[in-house]
Nanobody
């Protein structure tokens, strides 16, 4: 079993910053990557960022490139999403995942204009 527990998020003004965390527990030894998706009401979940766990290689959606940074702490078994220069369109629920198979509970991010 794999458990993902998210923290962070909340309300911030346009241009502000937030950091999301996702702590993994359980049978995570075979994971390839961890990452973040986001989902707006009535829309499909969309890719945000991913990091290959062993080597730290990252990739980003064009919409967040240059503003968001994904990182990991191997010792803490945790992945982070540092979000800078936030825009109102970033207002959605963010989900972390392992290999797009196991998902966190979701975290609301709200950016006020």
């Amino acid at each position: 079993q794999v458990q993902l527990v998210q923290s962070g998020g909340g309300l911030v003004q346009t241009g502000g910053s937030l950091r999301l965390s996702c702590a993994a527990a359980g049978r995570t030894f075979s994971r390839y990557a961890m990452g973040w998706f986001r989902q707006a009401p009535g829309k499909e979940r969309e890719f945000v960022a991913t990091i290959i766990w062993t080597v730290g290689t990252t990739s980003y959606a064009d919409s967040v490139k240059g503003r968001f940074t994904i990182s990991r702490d191997v010792a803490k078994n945790t992945v982070y999403l540092q979000m800078n220069s936030l825009k109102p369109e970033d207002t959605v629920v963010y989900f972390c995942n392992i290999d797009q198979r196991n998902w966190g509970q979701g975290t609301q991010v709200t950016v006020s204009s």
